[in-house]
C-alpha cells in the first residue's frame, strides 16, 4: 500500500507514480537536499471530514452551518518510531485512532522543541495552509484539484539519532494535542485520524539536530 522513493543531488526522483502523495524533503545542515516520496491512506473519519467540509457553509443554522468534527482544517501532523514498523493494510489503517499509531514522537517541553507540528499558518502567497493548488516548488505533488498540508521541523524539533528511526506519521485536529509550555505534548489515544502512513524503501530514516524536514501531503479530489 505504501511506497516511498528517494531523489538525490537536490533533485526530485522523475517519473513518479501520482498515488505518491506524501512528499517529505530533508535538508541538512550544508544545504543539500533528499526528497522521499510515499502514498498515504486517509482513515474513515478522514472520509466523513471532507464530506462535512464540502457542505460547509459557516452561515446561519441548520445543514452546513456547523464546523465539522473533528476540524482537521486546523490540524498537526505527528510522526513515528517503533522499533519496528506498524503493521498495516488498508483495512487496518482506515479505521485506525491513535491508539493504534504506536510510538509517537512526543518530544521537547517548548515550542521551539516540540515534536507535534501545527500546520502551516502563512505561506510565500499570504495564503496558509491547507489550501489548493499549492505555489511551492518543492511540492511535486501539487495541482489545482489537490490539497495540500505542509509541515516543518526545525533543526531544533525531533532528533531520532540516539534512539529508533522514523517510520511514518499521522495528522490529527490540532484541538487534540495539549501543549502545555514545560511539558510535553500529549494526545488522546482515542483521537480520530485524518491520515496515516508508512514508510517504505527506505523503510526509515533518521532526523538530525542539524537537519530540517518540510512534509507535504497531498490529497487529491477525484470526484467519486
Not at 484541538?175 to 500529549?186: L, R
Amino acid at each position: 500500500m505504501i511506497t516511498l522513493r528517494e531523489g538525490k543531488a537536490n533533485c526530485p526522483p522523475k517519473d513518479l507514480d501520482p498515488k505518491n502523495n506524501i512528499c517529505m524533503v530533508q535538508e541538512s545542515a550544508d544545504g543539500s537536499k533528499h526528497w522521499f516520496y510515499g502514498s498515504n491512506l486517509v482513515t474513515d473519519d478522514g472520509d466523513k471530514y471532507y464530506a462535512q467540509q464540502s457542505a460547509y457553509t459557516g452561515a446561519g443554522s441548520g445543514q452546513g452551518s456547523g464546523t465539522p468534527s473533528p476540524n482537521f482544517f486546523v490540524c498537526s501532523a505527528v510522526l513515528q518510531n517503533p522499533s519496528s514498523a506498524d503493521a498495516n493494510n488498508a483495512a487496518q489503517f482506515k479505521d485506525d485512532t491513535f491508539a493504534q499509531f504506536t510510538t509517537p514522537i512526543l518530544t521537547g517541553t517548548a515550542t521551539a522543541a516540540w515534536a507535534v507540528q501545527a500546520v502551516e499558518a502563512t505561506a510565500g502567497s499570504g495564503v496558509g495552509y491547507p489550501k489548493a493548488n499549492d505555489l511551492d516548488a518543492d511540492n511535486s505533488g501539487k495541482g489545482v484539484d489537490i490539497v495540500t498540508y505542509k509541515f516543518t521541523w526545525t533543526t531544533g524539533q525531533i532528533d531520532t539519532s540516539a534512539g529508533n528511526a522514523i517510520t511514518g506519521g499521522t495528522i490529527v485536529a490540532t484541538a487534540d494535542v495539549t501543549s502545555s509550555n514545560g511539558n510535553i505534548q500529549t494526545i488522546p489515544s482515542g483521537t480520530k485520524l485524518l491520515t496515516r502512513w508508512n514508510f517504505a524503501s527506505p523503510a526509515s530514516f533518521h532526523k538530525t539536530s542539524t537537519d530540517t524536514l518540510t512534509l507535504y501531503v497531498n490529497h487529491t479530489m477525484t470526484g467519486v
